[in-house]
């Protein structure tokens, strides 16, 4: 099945720089790449995904970049604040509708 | 609209001992999914559910069962539990007529085997 491995998995970033996370994915048939984000004590909420027609997809200061040869996929969060800290989960999928999750990356933002 | 409910919140368990976790969504969603969380290993999906009667195995599906008679429940059950089931246990739903699409989850399930 697929592996999908997730770095680094703590990640401390100064209030207003930028936060990036890169998670690889071992099946190249894998075409959806969502990324949720987990809340102290909630259920994980999906922020953004990009499929593997697409290159880049940005939404406000979310961006994720897709690298198919590669197979490696990443989160951009520019002009962190507090409420960006929080556990974030890469996930990958072959169009069937069952996940692959990345361990997670717990991100704190100092203000 | 309450989207995805699941109870109970928190739940300790002897070893041994019998539980069902319930899941329902009211947002007509044709798939459902039970996954559980342990510290640093991320989301495992333990078994899923692409309509009414229809259920199968995901990733770690030894211990548990499922069933899914209707469209809005989709309740796991554990029997004989063990320590090695001590986790928090996420339900999810999502709509899409062709794959993957956005999951809503639940606000979990702690549950503690000891």
């Known amino acids: 099945g697929e592996n999908v491995e997730q770095h680094p998995s703590t990640l401390s970033v100064q209030e207003g720089d930028s936060a990036v996370i890169k998670c690889t994915y071992s099946d190249s048939a894998s075409n959806y790449f969502p990324w949720y984000k987990q809340e102290l004590g909630k259920g994980p909420q999906l922020i953004i995904d990009i499929r593997s027609n697409v290159g880049e997809k940005k939404d406000q200061r979310i961006a994720v970049t897709l690298n198919k040869t590669a197979k490696h996929f990443s989160l951009h969060i520019t002009e962190t604040q507090p409420e960006d800290s929080a556990v974030y989960f890469c996930a990958a999928s072959i169009n069937d509708y069952k996940l692959s999750f990345g361990a997670g990356t717990t991100v704190t933002v100092r203000a | 609209n309450a989207g995805v409910t699941q109870t109970p919140k928190f739940r300790i368990l002897k070893i041994g001992q019998s539980m069902t976790l319930q899941c329902a969504q009211d947002m007509n969603h044709n798939y459902m999914y039970w996954y559980r969380q342990d510290p640093g290993m991320g989301l495992k999906l333990i078994y899923y559910?692409?309509?009414?009667?229809?259920?199968d195995k995901g990733e770690v599906p030894n211990g548990y069962n499922v069933s899914r008679s209707t469209t809005e429940d989709f309740p796991l059950r554990l029997e004989l539990a063990a320590p090695s089931q001590t986790s928090v246990y996420f339900c999810?739903?999502?709509?899409?007529?062709?794959?993957?699409?956005?999951?809503?989850f639940g606000e979990g399930s702690r549950l503690t085997v000891l």
């Open positions: 559910s692409v309509g009414a009667g229809i259920t």
């Open positions: 999810a739903s999502s709509y899409s007529e062709q794959g993957a699409g956005e999951l809503f």
